[in-house]
């Protein structure tokens, strides 16, 4: 059997050792340049930013980011490369035993496969009629496999069937093989850079779609093989088990799935999240469509402020551009912290420039804080749903009642459990905190299972329920939920669904002013009043906040200060020192 140049004999001998030989070479050369660029980035930028100062030391920065920008790049491609040869040899492979199966049974039989994949095989048994041995045949692969031309009253030697399937296997593997190499050699032509020393935006677009060829090329030698549901403990057991080089595969290839798997240690997926960075801004680069013009805005903000560096240091935990997008940003090592805080942000919020400098700064302030009193301590803000956008009155109210805070409640338990299981320290200190619609998600991840992974403490600041009604219900116990509502703070007034039910004629302006707000009942939107006497958690003190409508005019401010150290610094140093697990040393108020 011959099929585009290929034969049996030539599939028989091909040596894939030496395909992954050079998947070998091209992996040594992805890991040099991702040796090169983390010297760049954690020791070269580092001493000048640190030491030097002038028009010199900035350009030297610059063009240092932009080495460590075509390093990046270098490592990404090579390491595509190295998985695209291994594959190859890997599915190759698989043919190759399919043949030799083939093969070993024909030596088996004692028939003859020929230089053209047909089989021969030898006169067997007597015929019905004449008693006269049954004479042998040819098999080839023609036509439909395993049929045989009717035989009238001689029947049929019993190998003819036996030979035909064996000519179908071998004409089988090479027809595969050939398809494969013509579809590798596809992928392995379009591998290439453009000339230059420069790796602008429209370089990184190309390798967008350079990784998502090789990944789905790769699902079956290494994609199929990701735990994606497993659970974070069965995640962090795999990955412990790779080798060193299967981790490497799986990081040039796939960061966007292992960067965002749970359970997988925090360094690997900020390596992971990193690349998937790059390939995401590329993705989305020169698009003009609303989403994506928002998404690459708040993409680009995070990338500006992990290249600029900060103190605690940055982890990008998680990137995405599904839905609203993703973004999950951790300051401080959340696998080496004793405190590790996760802030769920609320409504509104999506991957947006807004997100990166408002949301990521929340963190980095609780985290810096929490420094303060315990070096050891990291915060981290979770964006791993789509919260509701745009409030809009009892209409969005009743969308946005519970399906996507149980769908962030599923995935926040997960994270947490991967946190919980991927934290070195033999009783590290967690806390949950939800904000605004991100408390009532907090509330969902509590009902999953036995609660939320490994939570000590739970906060809820600026909450219009969490979906409980008391206290005790979150998993904790009534003394580890902490709530803050600042008096001019209309979300933690919202009213109960009942009472917007008989306010619905007053327009949805009444709900946001208060016409018909909570007046001394328990019950929110979401149940229970968090800061109510009903619900049975402790209430910290916060500023009041500025009033929803003053001589200044109209404000929500009160709803966005609780982790500002400069608005609110009471409520700020109260987060800060619960995710301490100081909150003994917490001022207290009255419940409402």
């Given at each position: 059997?011959?099929?585009?140049?290929?034969?049996?004999?030539?599939?028989?001998?091909?040596?894939?050792?030496?395909?992954?030989?050079?998947?070998?070479?091209?992996?040594?050369?992805?890991?040099?340049?991702?040796?090169?660029?983390?010297?760049?980035?954690?020791?070269?930028?580092?001493?000048?930013?640190?030491?030097?100062?002038?028009?010199?030391?900035?350009?030297?920065?610059?063009?240092?980011?932009?080495?460590?920008?075509?390093?990046?790049?270098?490592?990404?491609?090579?390491?595509?490369?190295?998985?695209?040869?291994?594959?190859?040899?890997?599915?190759?492979?698989?043919?190759?035993?399919?043949?030799?199966?083939?093969?070993?049974?024909?030596?088996?039989?004692?028939?003859?496969?020929?230089?053209?994949?047909?089989?021969?095989?030898?006169?067997?048994?007597?015929?019905?009629?004449?008693?006269?041995?049954?004479?042998?045949?040819?098999?080839?692969?023609?036509?439909?496999?395993?049929?045989?031309?009717?035989?009238?009253?001689?029947?049929?030697?019993?190998?003819?069937?036996?030979?035909?399937?064996?000519?179908?296997?071998?004409?089988?593997?090479?027809?595969?093989?050939?398809?494969?190499?013509?579809?590798?050699?596809?992928?392995?032509?379009?591998?290439?850079?453009?000339?230059?020393?420069?790796?602008?935006?429209?370089?990184?677009?190309?390798?967008?779609?350079?990784?998502?060829?090789?990944?789905?090329?790769?699902?079956?030698?290494?994609?199929?093989?990701?735990?994606?549901?497993?659970?974070?403990?069965?995640?962090h057991a795999w990955w412990a088990g790779l080798t060193q080089e299967q981790r490497e595969e799986y990081l040039a290839v796939y960061p966007d799935r292992i960067g965002n798997l749970d359970g997988i240690p925090a360094v690997v997926r900020d390596a992971a999240n990193r690349d998937n960075l790059q390939l995401l801004i590329g993705k989305l680069e020169g698009r003009d469509d609303e989403r994506s013009v928002t998404q690459l805005a708040g993409l680009r903000e995070i990338d500006r402020q992990l290249r600029a560096g900060s103190q605690p240091p940055m982890f990008l935990l998680g990137v995405g551009d599904e839905g609203n997008g993703r973004a999950i940003v951790s300051f401080g090592n959340p696998d080496t912290a004793r405190n590790v805080a996760a802030y769920v942000p609320g409504l509104n919020t999506s991957l947006d420039k807004e997100f990166a400098e408002g949301d990521l700064k929340r963190a980095r302030?609780?985290?810096?804080?929490?420094?303060?009193?315990?070096?050891?301590?990291?915060?981290?803000?979770?964006?791993?749903?789509?919260?509701?956008?745009?409030?809009?009155?009892?209409?969005?109210?009743?969308?946005?009642?519970?399906?996507?805070?149980?769908?962030?409640?599923?995935?926040?338990?997960?994270?947490?459990?991967?946190?919980?299981?991927?934290?070195?320290?033999?009783?590290?200190?967690?806390?949950?905190?939800?904000?605004?619609?991100?408390?009532?998600?907090?509330?969902?991840?509590?009902?999953?299972?036995?609660?939320?992974?490994?939570?000590?403490?739970?906060?809820?600041?600026?909450?219009?329920?969490?979906?409980?009604?008391?206290?005790?219900?979150?998993?904790?116990?009534?003394?580890?939920?902490?709530?803050?509502?600042?008096?001019?703070?209309?979300?933690?007034?919202?009213?109960?669904?009942?009472?917007?039910?008989?306010?619905?004629?007053?327009?949805?302006?009444?709900?946001?002013?208060?016409?018909?707000?909570?007046?001394?009942?328990?019950?929110?939107?979401?149940?229970?009043?968090?800061?109510?006497?009903?619900?049975?958690?402790?209430?910290?003190?916060?500023?009041?906040?500025?009033?929803?409508?003053?001589?200044?005019?109209?404000?929500?401010?009160?709803?966005?200060?609780?982790?500002?150290?400069?608005?609110?610094?009471?409520?700020?140093?109260?987060?800060?020192?619960?995710?301490?697990?100081?909150?003994?040393?917490?001022?207290?108020?009255?419940?409402?």
């Amino acid at each position: 059997m011959k099929s585009s140049g290929l034969t049996w004999a030539v599939l028989r001998d091909l040596k894939c050792g030496e395909l992954e030989g050079a998947a070998d070479g091209w992996g040594e050369a992805s890991n040099r340049a991702d040796a090169a660029r983390d010297r760049i980035e954690q020791q070269l930028l580092n001493g000048l930013r640190d030491t030097q100062q002038g028009d010199a030391a900035t350009a030297a920065v610059a063009r240092l980011r932009q080495l460590s920008r075509n390093l990046q790049y270098v490592y990404t491609e090579c390491g595509l490369l190295r998985t695209t040869l291994n594959s190859l040899a890997h599915e190759l492979k698989a043919q190759q035993r399919v043949l030799a199966d083939a093969l070993d049974d024909a030596v088996a039989l004692k028939f003859t496969v020929r230089a053209d994949g047909a089989v021969t095989y030898p006169a067997a048994g007597d015929g019905l009629i004449d008693g006269r041995p049954l004479p042998g045949g040819t098999a080839s692969s023609g036509g439909l496999p395993g049929l045989q031309a009717p035989s009238g009253l001689v029947a049929p030697n019993p190998d003819a069937a036996r030979a035909q399937d064996i000519a179908d296997r071998v004409a089988g593997a090479v027809r595969a093989a050939a398809e494969i190499d013509w579809r590798y050699a596809g992928i392995l032509r379009r591998l290439k850079a453009e000339e230059g020393l420069k790796v602008p935006d429209s370089t990184w677009k190309d390798a967008a779609g350079d990784a998502a060829v090789v990944r789905d090329a790769a699902r079956a030698y290494l994609r199929n093989a990701i735990p994606q549901d497993a659970s974070p403990a069965e995640r962090h057991a795999w990955w412990a088990g790779l080798t060193q080089e299967q981790r490497e595969e799986y990081l040039a290839v796939y960061p966007d799935r292992i960067g965002n798997l749970d359970g997988i240690p925090a360094v690997v997926r900020d390596a992971a999240n990193r690349d998937n960075l790059q390939l995401l801004i590329g993705k989305l680069e020169g698009r003009d469509d609303e989403r994506s013009v928002t998404q690459l805005a708040g993409l680009r903000e995070i990338d500006r402020q992990l290249r600029a560096g900060s103190q605690p240091p940055m982890f990008l935990l998680g990137v995405g551009d599904e839905g609203n997008g993703r973004a999950i940003v951790s300051f401080g090592n959340p696998d080496t912290a004793r405190n590790v805080a996760a802030y769920v942000p609320g409504l509104n919020t999506s991957l947006d420039k807004e997100f990166a400098e408002g949301d990521l700064k929340r963190a980095r302030d609780t985290a810096i804080a929490t420094q303060d009193l315990d070096h050891s301590s990291a915060a981290i803000v979770w964006l791993g749903y789509d919260a509701p956008q745009a409030l809009d009155g009892l209409k969005s109210l009743a969308v946005m009642e519970g399906e996507r805070a149980e769908e962030g409640g599923r995935a926040f338990h997960e994270f947490m459990g991967g946190v919980a299981v991927a934290n070195r320290n033999e009783d590290p200190h967690l806390t949950a905190i939800g904000h605004s619609y991100g408390s009532r998600t907090v509330g969902a991840a509590t009902q999953q299972g036995a609660g939320i992974p490994g939570v000590d403490d739970i906060v809820l600041v600026g909450s219009p329920g969490v979906g409980v009604d008391h206290a005790r219900d979150l998993g904790v116990g009534e003394g580890r939920v902490f709530v803050g509502a600042a008096e001019n703070d209309v979300v933690t007034k919202l009213p109960s669904k009942q009472q917007a039910a008989l306010g619905a004629a007053a327009g949805p302006f009444a709900l946001i002013v208060g016409d018909i707000a909570d007046q001394g009942d328990d019950d929110l939107w979401f149940g229970k009043d968090p800061a109510s006497e009903a619900f049975g958690a402790r209430r910290f003190q916060v500023d009041d906040g500025p009033r929803l409508v003053s001589g200044r005019g109209f404000s929500t401010d009160a709803h966005s200060q609780y982790f500002d150290p400069e608005r609110d610094a009471v409520s700020a140093d109260s987060i800060a020192l619960i995710s301490a697990g100081r909150s003994r040393e917490v001022k207290m108020e009255e419940l409402r």
